[in-house]
Structure formats: structure tokens, C-alpha cells
T-cell receptor
Framework: NAGVTQTPKFQVLKTGQSMTLQCAQD?????MYWYRQDPGMGLRLIYY???????DKGEVPNGYNVSRLNKREFSLRLESAAPSQTSVYFC????????????FGDGTRLSIL | LAKTTQPISMDSYEGQEVNITCSHN???????ITWYQQFPSQGPRFIIQ???TKVTNEVASLFIPADRKSSTLSLPRVSLSDTAVYYC?????????????FGTGTRLTVIP
């Protein structure tokens, strides 16, 4: 069982370039999330999708867009990358219901020069 | 958005019990308390979750006092492989929004 799969695992971009980070889950989960984690910091929520067809902003949405392509896939797009967006990006998914935890992928390490 | 406060770091010797306390003074009625573990270069992994009193599973126990303004994660007899960052989260489980604030976590180092 693959769980949450993120691609790519590593990427280096130049300032101003665009990029889409991909996330897919095979657990039939309803909700999906994108977080960023800067060195020595906790995770900060960028965007989330409570269910297929809906997306909402989290704590740090500026500079990002998301698409909930279907129930399995939730992508994160950087339209014009900036050095401040250098971070590790984590995708998570969750089944709706009391007591259901989030399941995380292993992250995409993104460097913007 | 209920935020949490945890110690930045803790050290423990192998075989000891470790207790990590989290403060969440603004916890709301519908909020649950969840703990995650994160190893380097990996995503966080769910450990345990609770609403009130005590919860125990195969890896940890979670103690929540009656006022719910704090919680304590207890790891029995830690080993070197328990060295990780531990996050306490407070969030609303009754809606799909599920706003969660991770904070900086507690870096636990287990010493041989």
C-alpha cells in the first residue's frame, strides 16, 4: 500500500520559474493538505481540500495555487518561484470522521536560487 | 485557531520513561489533541489522539486533565530509535476544515 506519494522528491528552480508539485493518495481519503516546513520549524498549512471539488486557504497561501484534480490527487503550483519558497513541502490526506489522523508523504525538497 | 506550546528539546537515557507536556490554553470544545512523530527526511507520523482523560495504544499514552488546557505524551522505556521531533496538535475533528497548527515541536534525543 503506497499511502501518500509525492513527486518529485527533489527539485531546484531559478527565481521566476513555475513548478507543480504532485500528490496522490490511494487510501480513498476525503481531505488532502499541503504544508511547508522550513529548517528547524514546524509545518505550516498552505492550502487544504476538505473534499473533492473544494479548496481553502491555510496559514500561508500567498504565492501558491492548488488543484484538487480528483479524489486521489491534489497538486500545488508555484507560478513564479521566489527564494523565500525554498522549503520542504509535505502533502497529507485524511479520512473524514472523528479520530481520523492525517497521513503524510515523505516530502518534496525544493530549492529556489 | 488553537495554538500549542511545547518544550523545544528534551534529552533522555535509553530505557527511561519520557513525558512531553503540551500547553493549549485556547482549546475549543470540539478540538481533539493529536501527537505526531517526525524523523529526519520523513513526513510526520501519527502516534496517538485523545479528547479527555487517558488514552493508551501500543506505543504511547496520552494524559489529558479535566480542563483540557494541557496534555502529556508518555513514551515508556524509550530506545535510540525514538529520537525524533514530537508535535502536539489541537484541531477540530467535527468538520472537514480540520485546521491544525503544528508549532515547532519537541526534539527528543535518546542517549545510550
Amino acid at each position: 500500500n503506497a499511502g501518500v506519494t509525492q513527486t518529485p522528491k527533489f527539485q531546484v528552480l531559478k527565481t521566476g520559474q513555475s513548478m507543480t508539485l504532485q500528490c496522490a493518495q490511494d487510501m480513498n481519503h476525503n481531505s488532502m493538505y499541503w504544508y511547508r516546513q522550513d529548517p528547524g520549524m514546524g509545518l505550516r498549512l498552505i492550502y487544504y481540500s476538505a473534499s473533492e471539488g473544494t479548496t481553502d486557504k491555510g496559514e500561508v497561501p500567498n504565492g501558491y495555487n492548488v488543484s484538487r484534480l480528483n479524489k486521489r490527487e491534489f497538486s500545488l503550483r508555484l507560478e513564479s518561484a521566489a527564494p523565500s519558497q525554498t522549503s520542504v513541502y509535505f502533502c497529507a490526506s485524511r479520512l473524514l470522521g472523528v479520530g481520523q489522523p492525517q497521513h503524510f508523504g515523505d516530502g518534496t525538497r525544493l530549492s529556489i536560487l | 485557531l488553537a495554538k500549542t506550546t511545547q518544550p523545544i528539546s528534551m534529552d533522555s537515557y535509553e530505557g527511561q520513561e519520557v513525558n512531553i507536556t503540551c500547553s493549549h490554553n485556547n482549546i475549543a470544545t470540539n478540538d481533539y489533541i493529536t501527537w505526531y512523530q517526525q524523523f529526519p527526511s520523513q513526513g510526520p507520523r501519527f502516534i496517538i489522539q485523545g479528547y479527555k482523560t487517558k488514552v493508551t495504544n501500543e506505543v504511547a499514552s496520552l494524559f489529558i486533565p479535566a480542563d483540557r488546557k494541557s496534555s502529556t505524551l508518555s513514551l515508556p522505556r524509550v530506545s535510540l530509535s525514538d529520537t525524533a521531533v514530537y508535535y502536539c496538535l489541537v484541531g477540530d475533528r467535527t468538520t472537514g476544515a480540520n485546521n491544525l497548527f503544528f508549532g515547532t515541536g519537541t526534539r527528543l534525543t535518546v542517549i545510550p
